[in-house]
């Protein structure tokens, strides 16, 4: 299965709660953290409402 590499590369400061909140689900918790997640509906969902905030790269 696919693999995605996220990386935050802005903060969360000044954000809602609840992208925060998405952040640290996502296991983010200060700039440039990165996390390797299964490529699935939920994380991808997690991804788009913190997009502004992220890079994600695909990796095998």
């Known amino acids: 299965m696919p693999r995605l590499k996220v990386t935050q590369v802005r903060s969360g400061i000044g954000g809602t709660a609840e992208q925060r909140d998405t952040l640290r689900s996502l296991g983010l918790k200060r700039l440039r953290d990165t996390v390797v997640k299964e ?5 991808r969902g997690m991804i788009r409402a913190v997009a502004h905030l992220v890079r994600v790269e695909e990796v095998e």
């Open 39 to 43: 490529d699935r509906p939920e994380i």
